[in-house]
T-cell receptor
Framework: AQKITQTQPGMFVQEKEAVTLDCTYD???????LFWYKQPSSGEMIFLIY??????QNATEGRYSLNFQKARKSANLVISASQLGDSAMYFC???????????????FGSGTKLNVKP | DTGVSQNPRHKITKRGQNVTFRCDPI?????LYWYRQTLGQGPEFLTY????????KSRLLSDRFSAERPKGSFSTLEIQRTEQGDSAMYLC???????????FGPGTRLTVL
């Protein structure tokens, strides 16, 4: 089974509107972390937001928020007030295990290409 | 700039040649990861270093691939006898002890002709 599933290969959004990018994950480890990265055409992966499995509140970072629904194993990214510069690939990722103990493997989804229209 | 750096940014080589990539992580980060990313896919884990020790290797890392991290600082990834299927973006990421997230370098794009 896929560890991370992103079912939207491509999305369009109008500038200044909000958009939700979907992500579901699969793990039996009680301790895990969920991440979203942005990858512009230049190729560099840019960290956006993090949610720990024990965090009670949804993570927020500026215009980014993570809609964490633990029972459904989903971790959707919400981008508010989209900007043209948000056009990029977006990857959901998961780290299994406690972060301070040795090796933690990170799993990435196949990504969603977001296009922001003016 | 104190981020992760990778060199070269682009490498074009002929099949059968050897190539070596370098990654310089953020200086205080003791954990270093190598990933491979093919077009339209997310990064796939290749190998992991904690300080100078290579603790994990993916099955993707065939015997033509070797990675080192001498003295726990920079790391190199070498591919011997390159094949066209090795064409991909090779990403390096580092992570500090108290950090959850990984910080990625700009990647090295390899094209094998």
């Amino acid at each position: 089974a896929q560890k991370i599933t992103q079912t939207q290969p491509g999305m369009f959004v109008q500038e200044k509107e909000a958009v939700t990018l979907d992500c579901t994950y699969d793990t039996s480890d009680p301790s895990y972390g969920l991440f979203w990265y942005k990858q512009p055409s230049s190729g560099e992966m840019i960290f956006l937001i993090y949610q720990g499995s024990y965090d009670q509140q949804n993570a927020t970072e500026g215009r980014y928020s993570l809609n964490f629904q633990k029972a459904r194993k989903s971790a959707n990214l919400v981008i508010s007030a989209s900007q043209l510069g948000d056009s990029a690939m977006y990857f959901c990722a998961m780290r299994e295990g406690v972060p301070l103990l040795g090796f933690n493997k990170f799993y990435f989804g196949s990504g969603t290409k977001l296009n922001v229209k003016p | 700039d104190t981020g992760v750096s990778q060199n070269p940014r682009h490498k074009i080589t002929k099949r059968g040649q050897n190539v070596t990539f370098r990654c310089d992580p953020i200086s205080e980060h003791n954990r270093l990861y190598w990933y491979r990313q093919t077009l339209g896919q997310g990064p796939e884990f290749l190998t992991y270093f904690q300080n100078e020790a290579q603790l994990e290797k993916s099955r993707l890392l065939s015997d033509r691939f070797s990675a080192e991290r001498p003295k726990g600082s920079f790391s190199t990834l070498e591919i011997q006898r390159t094949e066209q299927g090795d064409s991909a973006m090779y990403l390096c990421a580092s992570r500090g002890l108290l950090y959850n997230e990984q910080f990625f370098g700009p990647g090295t794009r390899l094209t094998v002709l």
